[in-house]
């Protein structure tokens, strides 16, 4: 081969020459097919971040128009503003108590298919139904069952003589309604990742578990709890940041009441934005949640590098 090579006046660095020319075409190729989707990206993401930033330091108003100002002026009324303090507790009560529930009900359905593994996948697809719901109609569905004179779970409660709850009447019981109804739209998710992370547990540390004595309670805390550690984090920070966009839930269910009391953040921002016509006021809450959104993702980025490296 390499008198074959010699003879024909190729190399070994004009092969190399020309394997590099060869893979230097083919990331051409590969560049002419990502182009459109940098620019779709573009187009319909980040043009419109910097036109949400450059409103956010004008004082543009729909019915008054521009007052001809620039500045920060938007972002350091937020460090003044009560209803934007209380939206980012509202926003934090929703993300932490909404990120809990799916994790206890998703873990607990995921571990119970976990040990129906021959029959799972038709559980599997029963159990994702809530997942492929869109959330204007899980919210329109849970509002028909929260709603004291249409709910059948009052019905029935009634009918046995029990008090009926009246969710919509205290911050409690609105904010515990659209956890709930959060939670089983999207808790498919966590038992779909967390399934997937206890079908990797090897088997034989469960059956020497089982061999030395130790309850399938025992087993699950002390070996299989701890492998699903990763899993856990990740899908909870994935979650967390989910959680953030409760928009068409609040709309639909609460419309920011009872009061407002369950005035996110982002629907804060729609508030100002479109009931009060305060647009760049409106477009500085935005910001200001992108930027948290932001560094919630850049950690979730960076945690998952540390877990697989």
């Known amino acids: 081969m390499q008198h074959h090579a010699t003879a024909t006046g190729l190399g070994p660095a004009t092969s190399l020459s ?50 001809g100002t620039w500045g920060l002026q938007n972002f350091a009324r937020l460090v003044l503003d009560a209803r934007f303090l209380n939206s980012i507790y509202v926003m934090l009560a929703l993300s932490i108590g909404g990120v809990a529930v799916q994790l206890l009900v998703g873990t607990a359905i995921a571990v119970g298919l976990d040990q129906i593994v021959p029959r799972w996948k038709i559980a599997r697809g029963f159990f994702t139904i809530p997942f492929a719901v869109p959330h204007v109609a899980v919210a329109l569905v849970w509002l028909s069952l929260f709603t004291p004179t249409l709910s059948p779970i009052n019905a029935a409660l009634d009918a046995v003589g029990l008090p009926q709850p009246t969710w919509f009447s205290s911050q409690t019981g609105a904010i515990s309604a659209i956890v709930i109804a959060d939670t089983w739209a999207n808790f498919p998710f966590v038992m779909l990742l967390i399934l997937a992370a206890l079908q990797g547990v090897p088997r034989d540390l469960k059956e020497a578990a089982a061999i030395d004595g130790a309850s399938q309670l025992r087993t699950f805390f002390v070996i299989t709890l701890p492998l699903l550690k990763p899993a856990l984090l990740l899908v909870t920070l994935f979650r967390f940041i989910e959680t953030l966009k409760h928009f068409p839930l609040i709309y639909v269910m609460t419309k920011g009441g009872p009061g407002r009391s369950t005035q996110a953040t982002n629907y804060y921002a729609y508030v100002q934005s479109f009931e009060n016509s305060n647009v760049s006021y409106g477009a500085a809450i935005s910001v200001t949640l992108f930027i948290f959104a932001g560094f919630a993702s850049f950690w979730v980025a960076r945690i998952n590098s540390r877990i697989n490296s």
């Open 18 to 67: 020309g394997t590099a020319t060869l893979r230097r075409q083919k990331q051409r190729e590969y560049l002419r097919f990502i182009y459109p989707t940098i620019f779709l990206v573009g187009l319909f993401s980040f043009l419109p971040l910097v036109g949400m930033l450059a409103l956010s330091l004008t004082d543009y108003h729909l019915i008054n128009g521009w007052g």
